[in-house]
């Protein structure tokens, strides 16, 4: 994450695997991983890493945050900056 955009702003996954998500923040600004879809379908190990009823994960400036998960279900999920999409802060996660 950098102020304002996702690098890289695509994710490619596949399906049943586990991931550590990694999300760095390396801009002056708090910004968050919204994935409203993507969040809720996939099997995420520890839940009180999302906030916002499990929608998003906020990370503040110079900060890291790690969430383990399985992916969910093929698809294409949106993924934005609840605080930047309107300034383009916005992506794709794809689960083949």
Known sequence: MVDNRFDPS????RAGRPYVLQLEN???EMHEFTAPD???AATVRDRRKLANGGTD???QPGKTARVLL???AQGHYA????DHDWDGMVG???VD
């Open 38 to 40: 993507f969040l809720k």
């Open 26 to 28: 390396r801009g002056k």
């Open 10 to 13: 695509t994710l490619t996954l």
């Open 57 to 59: 994960i906020v990370v």
């Open 92 to 94: 794709t996660i794809t």
């Open 79 to 82: 993924l934005t900056c609840a």
């Open 70 to 72: 399985i992916a969910p």
